[in-house]
């Protein structure tokens, strides 16, 4: 009988898991609630129309089409039931298992704002980043129209919450749009009165980063015309209106990076859990009393050997996945009295800022602008799975780089109308 591994969700944990037990005398089965993988980090490329869709997804079936220990099920994972061993979806269908790798990542955080949720939305999946792109054009459209301009400023206001990596690279990307790129195809109004506000609560931005870097950023998106609200918290969020401490913009594109918050699955777990709803798992991934289950990426709560929590990215995703396949397909280190420990390996950080700025921490090498750019593309590429996607997001970046032009600037939805 071969163990039976199910691993719930196809993000950057979950697929690097199976991968990596392709030669594993196992049976896997992957579950996600979407068909495909998505490349989260380049997301804000697609809601600012630098990207499609496509260019940043691919099918999960398509991933493993040539890997036959692997099913791939398309379903919703409502409960994990411990001790039978099981775990159920949405259409109560169950799946029974030997071992389980929870991946499901997070969900924004609203800190209990839950009504501020549909006035500001997160940008996590596709239908995130193109209902926002609909916002964002379809804003410029209008305030092409109106000639009164105190009706027409809040459709060239633009406001980010939160000033995290995705807060800085979405308000960076959105000051291009609303500032440079565009702005010749409408004759109504002029770059200047275009706003676009990053705010965050925090005293800067970028806090996981160096304070040089923040500092840099700061700089660096003043110089795209971006006003950087810092140590400013939003008290409110009502319909196309931000309200801070002294002041309150009108706006209909606000937008939320403020903190994650994990997946619902994870409470079905009754398992110990920060403040953010992650999981509190052993040293080794698996839950504690629950040798057979593993919970990684997003979803978990773990720190690294100065007591620091590990950050919410990509590559700790992918290293715990590693960390759990080694175990998984060595049954002598499976079976261990004592497993062996997930240590997680830093190989920097970065976030970029428009079209060819960024900040970069490489194991303490600090670099910002153009070169931490190009770091950071080749980074991203090179991470892209998929030939194709790579081939198509280099000539997108080189043709935006030399044109300046966006290329999928389509309205589909008329999310005023
Ligand atoms: C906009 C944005 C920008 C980012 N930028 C960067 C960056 O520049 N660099 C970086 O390193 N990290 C970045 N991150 C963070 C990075 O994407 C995450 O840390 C990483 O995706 C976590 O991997 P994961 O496997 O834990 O979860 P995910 O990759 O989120 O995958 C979770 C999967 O589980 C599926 N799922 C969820 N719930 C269920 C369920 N109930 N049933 C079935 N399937 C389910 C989801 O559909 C998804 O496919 C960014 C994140 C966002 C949102």
Redesign the pocket.
Known sequence: MKREVVI???????IKTAKLLAKADVNITL????NH??F??L??QVATAALSPGDIAVPIRAIFSKQKNVKVVL????EVLKDQKEIRLKDDRCIKFDTLVV????KYNYFGNHAWEKHAPG??TISNALNIRERILMSLEKADQIDNVEERQKYLNFVVIGGG??GVEMAGAIAEIAKRNMMRDYNNFSPEQTHVYLIEAGPRILNGYDESLSQKAVEMLEELGVEVMQGTPVTQIEHEKVVLENAAIESPNIIWAAGVVA???IKTLDVETDRAGRAIVAPDMSLPRHRDIFV????VHMKDADGNPLP??????MQQGKHVAKLIKNPSLYDAVEREPFQYLDKGSM?TIGRARAVADIRGLKLSGFIAWAMWSVVHILFLIGFRNRLHVFVEWMWHYFTYKRGVRLITERPYD
Do not use: M, R, S, W
């Open positions: 719930i969700g196809g993000g950057f944990g979950g579950i996600d609630k979407t993988h998505l989260q980090p997301l804000y379903g919703e994972v409502v991946a499901c990542g997070a940008l996590k990596p995705t997946n619902a699955v990684i990426g997003d979803a919410a990215i990509a590559p700790v995703a976030a």
